[in-house]
């Protein structure tokens, strides 16, 4: 007599939860989270809401005006760097026109001309020679440039110093504010980015004390404190 084995009974697999979706409890731009932590600062600084162990109302309040005035500081040091970014970009422009005709006095003047290229400040690229890519160094390679125009009786020509001599001067000054605008900046964002971190981590926390203290009524609250989710 034969044993009929037992049919195995597939199990269904159990139904996937579905994902919790939490609203945002903080904007996610700068300046929206600093517009929120000013009205939270003064809206808790009159308020019967106690303070935190870690954290006093007046510190809160700091850290919202800190905040808001790293923010303005960044956003002017931006706009500081824009123009003197371009005005590099077109003098660049200018400078790589100019070293054509550098070159062709050179050519027209020696059999061998790019044996003279490192006194002018000319170095191989790729394929190519042109000044420095590097602006720094570039600002250094016209330096070069200008005293081997001379050295060579090439600075009374028409690409001589009359035409390199105000670029040059010109293109150091930019370089040398576009560094100093660039650390000031890298600062000034650096101290942004670490005040945004101590802001947002006091909001949450702030979230969190209001829901404790008025379970009841907390949604209105949040409000009155300028937590309103659907605005960010």
């Given at each position: 007599?034969?044993?009929?084995p037992l049919?195995?009974?597939?199990?269904?697999?159990?139904?996937?939860?579905?994902?919790?979706?939490?609203?945002?409890?903080?904007?996610?731009?700068?300046?929206?989270?600093?517009?929120?932590?000013?009205?939270?600062?003064?809206?808790?600084?009159?308020?019967?809401?106690?303070?935190?162990?870690?954290?006093?109302?007046?510190?809160?309040?700091?850290?919202?005006?800190?905040?808001?005035?790293?923010?303005?500081?960044?956003?002017?040091?931006?706009?500081?760097?824009?123009?003197?970014?371009?005005?590099?970009?077109?003098?660049?422009?200018?400078?790589?026109?100019?070293?054509?005709?550098?070159?062709?006095?050179?050519?027209?003047?020696?059999?061998?001309?790019?044996?003279?290229?490192?006194?002018?400040?000319?170095?191989?690229?790729?394929?190519?020679?042109?000044?420095?890519?590097?602006?720094?160094?570039?600002?250094?390679?016209?330096?070069?440039?200008?005293?081997?125009?001379?050295?060579?009786?090439?600075?009374?020509?028409?690409?001589?110093?009359?035409?390199?001599?105000?670029?040059?001067?010109?293109?150091?000054?930019?370089?040398?504010?576009?560094?100093?605008?660039?650390?000031?900046?890298?600062?000034?964002?650096?101290?942004?980015?670490q005040g945004?971190?101590?802001?947002?981590?006091?909001?949450?926390?702030?979230?969190?004390?209001?829901?404790?203290?008025?379970?009841?009524?907390?949604?209105?609250?949040?409000?009155?404190?300028?937590?309103?989710?659907?605005?960010?």
């Open positions: 007599m034969s044993i009929t049919e195995s009974v597939a199990t269904a697999p159990a139904p996937l939860s579905k994902p919790v979706r939490r609203a945002k409890q903080l904007p996610a731009g700068a300046l929206a989270l600093s517009t929120l932590a000013t009205t939270a600062a003064g809206a808790w600084q009159s308020a019967e809401l106690p303070a935190l162990l870690w954290l006093t109302k007046a510190d809160f309040a700091a850290q919202a005006t800190a905040f808001a005035t790293a923010c303005t500081a960044a956003d002017a040091a931006a706009d500081t760097r824009t123009p003197q970014a371009a005005r590099l970009k077109a003098l660049d422009k200018l400078l790589d026109q100019g070293l054509g005709f550098v070159k062709n006095y050179l050519e027209e003047e020696y059999e061998n001309p790019k044996a003279y290229y490192p006194e002018f400040g000319i170095e191989k690229f790729n394929k190519g020679y042109r000044l420095p890519k590097d602006r720094t160094e570039r600002a250094a390679a016209l330096t070069k440039l200008l005293a081997a125009l001379v050295k060579y009786k090439f600075d009374k020509k028409k690409y001589g110093t009359a035409y390199w001599q105000p670029l040059a001067t010109e293109y150091a000054a930019l370089v040398k504010a576009s560094t100093d605008t660039s650390g000031a900046r890298s600062v000034k964002v650096d101290t942004k980015v945004e971190a101590k802001l947002r981590k006091a909001l949450r926390a702030l979230i969190h004390h209001l829901k404790a203290n008025y379970p009841d009524s907390f949604e209105a609250k949040l409000r009155e404190y300028g937590f309103q989710k659907e605005s960010y």
